[in-house]
């Protein structure tokens, strides 16, 4: 009796993991399908300089316009892609989809960088730089200095010695890179003069953290002054409130992206957004100036 319990067990835990199975295999071919019928876009959120108001760029975060279930963030569908065959094909789209919003930002006048996310997998990709080379050379009108691409501490570090080749090589192409989430990994101070990069991205959980936690504000001003100490940009991430913005440039940092500012948005409205842009008045009074 004992016997057939346990092989009843064993039934049942391979009808459960069959069933999750298929269930993975059927999200995979929602998401190729998806990708087949142009249902994702990018948002492009704003990068600006908080003392005068400047926009120096945009993030590109990928949206899923899904058919019956309306707008779905990131978070609720790249980890079923993470680790999958489609994940190489879904960065490039991202990286294409970027470039063909960058052509339409020239057309509308607009000269303004955008950045894109780069996931560690698509990073490891043995052709990677080689792969970005040629997109970049489809789109002529594109200068590289207008494409960063954000990639995270983790990423970085997975192949250290690979990762570095291929970033200096999108780098003397001129492509900018950006180290993102910084402070949640486990980079180490060496590896990161070592990694050939232009910004270092202050996580939003320090941001959010730094009015009422000492802790969270004495990382702030580590990543600032590391970044100053090491010749890299700065910008903080997730600002929410004017309050934070104005500790930020009183931290050094100057430029941000965050809520305050604006959301992110479909390239229509990024267009409109920046012929109307006034920065809050409260973040003219702080000088930028010795700041990176
Ligand atoms: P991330 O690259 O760190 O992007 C910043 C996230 O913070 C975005 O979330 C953005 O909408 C959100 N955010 C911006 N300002 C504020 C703020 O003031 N307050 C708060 N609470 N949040 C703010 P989103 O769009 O949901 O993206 C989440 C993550 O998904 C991104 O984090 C990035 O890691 C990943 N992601 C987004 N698009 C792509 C993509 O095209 N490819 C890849 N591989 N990853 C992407
Ligand atoms: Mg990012
Ligand atoms: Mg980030
Ligand atoms: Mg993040």
């Known amino acids: 009796a004992a016997k057939q319990a346990g092989r009843n067990r064993f039934h049942q835990f391979d009808a459960a993991q069959e069933r999750a199975q298929r269930e ?11 990708l087949v019928q142009a249902q994702f876009v990018l948002f492009l959120q704003p990068k600006v300089v908080m003392q005068t108001g400047q926009v120096i760029g945009a993030e590109a975060l990928v949206r899923w316009q899904h058919p019956e279930r309306g707008l779905l963030p990131p978070g609720a569908f790249l980890p079923l892609l993470d680790g999958t065959e489609l994940e190489i094909d879904f960065g490039q789209w991202v990286v294409e989809a970027a470039l063909a919003q960058l052509e339409q930002l020239l057309d509308a006048g607009l000269n303004l960088p955008v950045s894109v996310n780069i996931s560690a997998q698509h990073l490891q990709h043995p052709d990677f730089a080689g792969w970005m080379v040629q997109c970049l050379a489809r789109h002529p009108r594109v200068a590289p200095r207008l494409l960063e691409l954000e990639i995270t501490e983790s990423a970085a570090l997975y192949d250290l010695t690979a990762v570095t080749e291929t970033l200096a090589t999108l780098r003397a192409l001129g492509v ?14 060496t590896y990161l003069r070592r990694l050939p990069m232009d910004t270092l991205k202050i996580d939003q959980s320090f941001v959010q953290g730094m009015m009422a936690d000492p802790g969270d504000r004495a990382i702030v001003q580590g990543v600032i002054g590391l970044a100053q100490s090491f010749g890299y940009q700065v910008i903080a991430e997730g600002v929410e409130t004017i309050e934070q913005g104005q500790l930020l440039q009183q931290l050094g940092c100057a430029q941000a992206q965050g809520y305050c500012i604006a959301r992110p948005m479909p390239l229509g409205a990024f267009i409109d957004w920046s012929r109307h842009w006034q920065q809050p008045t409260a973040w003219q009074h702080f000088p930028s100036e010795g700041y990176s």
């Not at 890179?177 to 486990?186: A, E, N, Q, V, W």
């Open 176 to 189: 900018a890179i950006s180290l993102d989430d910084f402070g949640t990994g486990y980079s180490s101070l």
């Open 24 to 34: 993975q295999r059927e999200q995979g071919l929602r998401l190729r399908e998806a």
